[in-house]
């Protein structure tokens, strides 16, 4: 069975720039997760989704950062414009369906630099 | 906001055991969590335990949790070069119906042949 997908694997793009990442998530998991991890940090979460409805973007910077799951399957996350500080891994993770306890199951990451 | 605190290395001999530590914050986690990242991949859950419960072993594996002193650990036994990566201790965050997991910084851990 298929993990997590992510791509790209590497990003490098000049400040001001647009970027975007794309993830699927394990056939069948509802909940699929965005979460950014800095050099030297654990990641932090930007966004959940329930399906293709966000349910917690409590984290997600809006005036740059935006995110869609069109069908509830797949999904998108968009950086614009880019800023040197966004430089990160952005880590993708789905679930089941959500609930506390039940395993997230990760991706290997789309890692960016911003020049 | 919650907060997770790990050491952040750790260096033991192959063979030996290692000690991995963390403290938290949220008296309301329900689950605690073990994740390990290896370089240039994504997070890989190891183990993860229950609230109620004091002690969970899983093969080399043995996961203490003291809820009095928010105090998690992971103890690997018989530890091997293939072992050396980041763990992360998380817990998820539970107020206001978000099951948000929470992560510390990681502790990195060598392993000396």
């Known amino acids: 069975e298929a993990g997590v997908v992510q791509s790209p694997r590497y990003k490098i793009i000049e400040k001001k720039q647009p970027v975007a990442f794309w993830c699927n998530p394990i056939s069948g998991h509802n909940t699929l997760y965005w979460y950014r991890q800095n050099l030297g940090q654990g990641p932090e979460l930007l966004i959940r989704y329930e399906n293709e409805e966000a349910v917690d973007d409590s984290q997600l910077p809006k005036d740059r950062f935006s995110a869609e799951r069109l069908k509830g399957v797949d999904s998108t996350l968009k950086i614009q414009p880019a800023e040197l500080g966004d430089s990160a891994v952005y880590l993708c993770?789905?679930?089941?369906?959500?609930?506390?306890?039940?395993?997230?199951?990760f991706g290997p990451g789309t890692r960016l630099l911003v020049l | 906001g919650e907060d997770v605190e790990q050491s952040l290395f750790l260096s033991v001999r192959e063979g030996d055991s290692s000690v991995i530590n963390c403290t938290y914050t949220?008296?309301?986690?329900?689950?605690l969590y073990w994740y390990k990242q290896e370089p240039g991949a994504g997070l890989q859950l190891l183990t993860y335990i229950f609230s109620n419960m004091d002690m969970k072993q899983d093969q080399r594996l043995t996961v203490l949790l003291n809820k009095k002193d928010k105090h998690l650990s992971l103890r690997i036994a018989d530890t091997q070069t293939g072992d050396s990566a980041i763990y992360f201790c998380?817990?998820?965050?539970?107020?206001?119906?978000?099951?948000?997991?929470?992560f510390g910084k990681g502790t990195k851990l060598s392993v000396i042949p």
């Open positions: 998380a817990e998820i965050y539970s107020g206001a119906g978000s099951y948000q997991l929470t």
């Open positions: 993770a789905s679930s089941l369906d959500g609930r506390a306890g039940e395993t997230q199951y």
């Open positions: 949220d008296s309301s986690s329900t689950y």
